[in-house]
């Protein structure tokens, strides 16, 4: 089964809430909103991604290291655009262009083409309290998110891309929605919470006499971001992602969920004159735990950005 994710994509952690010195068009936390800041109209980013498969986790958690013989790699130029209306509310959408290629002895494959578009939606419920409150509530923002089944589908070996990243098409139609809280422990020093759900519809990729639904998706994150200057931005986080069986003309296929977990880091620069800003991102994803990954591909992949926001 192929894995929902575009980019950065599907989880929605507030890089730009409330704090004027981080850097909103970054991917640094693992998020796929935040694009335009609080004090802009507009904003545009460029984001290029190249990940190298590192191994496989099959259903039962079992991990499986790539041989000499093996190899997986996809790279991904995604372009991101949005706007403020009203200020409140960012909204961003997103489309890619990705090559993918695998191959192991007998097995050959390689595939380019646009991927799927996206259109996120991103609320600031409220502001973080001032710091002389006595009950200092944190940053809350509701975000939801459409998937338009662009891309083009792999219906024959159905690779995944378990680091969250490029993928030409999922297939079918998804909806979801998230909540993102941030609160800042010190004044250079934030922790960032966030969770999203999406519901997959049922589509016909294998045929119109077949009918195909993808399981449902959840992903959650936790992390943390230093703000050491009004240019300067880094943070870290711990990234789960995970989706349920796949659904086959009425029946459910046991083994086909999947599971993921991803520790991010990511730098971003910011620069408020000019309205740039930049990015550099690396994801590496754990090769055990107390809780392993599940029917995903185990991969490291190093993303940079580079954006522009108009007042």
């Known amino acids: 089964m192929t894995k929902a994710l575009v980019g950065a994509a599907a989880l929605t952690l507030a890089l730009g809430a409330g704090r004027a010195a981080a850097c909103p068009c970054s991917d640094d ?14 904003a545009a980013a460029l984001v290029a991604t190249s990940r190298h498969g590192l191994g496989r986790f099959d259903a039962f958690g079992r991990y499986s290291a790539f041989n000499a013989g093996e190899g997986e790699w996809s790279e991904e130029l995604l372009l ?8 409140r509310l960012e909204w961003t959408a997103e489309l890619g262009y ?9 097995i050959v494959e390689g595939r380019t083409g646009i991927g799927d578009a996206l259109l996120h939606a991103r609320y600031a419920v409220w502001d973080e309290g001032m710091p002389h409150e006595r009950w200092r509530l944190p940053a809350v923002s509701l975000a939801g998110l459409v998937r338009a089944p662009l891309g083009t589908s792999s219906v024959g070996r159905a690779p995944s891309f378990g680091s969250g990243g490029a993928q030409l098409g999922l297939g079918a139609w998804e909806l979801g929605g998230g909540l993102e809280v ?10 960032m919470l966030g969770a999203e759900a999406a519901y997959r519809f049922e589509d016909h990729v294998l045929g119109m006499a077949r009918a195909r639904q993808l399981g449902p998706r959840a992903d959650v994150a936790l992390g943390v971001r230093v703000l050491p200057s009004a240019w300067l931005s880094g943070s870290v986080a711990l990234r789960g ?13 046991d083994g086909t969920a999947e599971r993921l977990w991803s520790v991010v880091v990511g730098v ?27 029917g995903s591909t185990r991969a490291a992949a190093l993303g940079a950005a580079l954006g522009y926001g108009v007042k």
Do not use: N
Not at 29 to 42: F, K, Q, W
């Open 182 to 191: 941030t609160r800042s422990l010190v004044q250079e020093l934030e922790l």
């Open 241 to 253: 992602r995970m989706s349920g069986d796949v659904t086959l003309d009425g029946r459910r296929l």
């Open 98 to 106: 990705a090559a993918y290629r695998f191959h192991a002895p007998g």
């Open 29 to 42: 936390a693992g998020g796929a909103s935040g694009l335009v800041r609080r004090d802009e109209r507009y």
């Open 80 to 87: 991101r655009a949005g706007f403020r209306l009203p200020q």
């Open 268 to 294: 971003g620069v910011y620069e408020r004159k000019s309205g740039l800003r930049s990015s550099v991102t690396l994801s590496v994803d754990p090769r055990s735990g107390s809780v392993p990954g599940v």
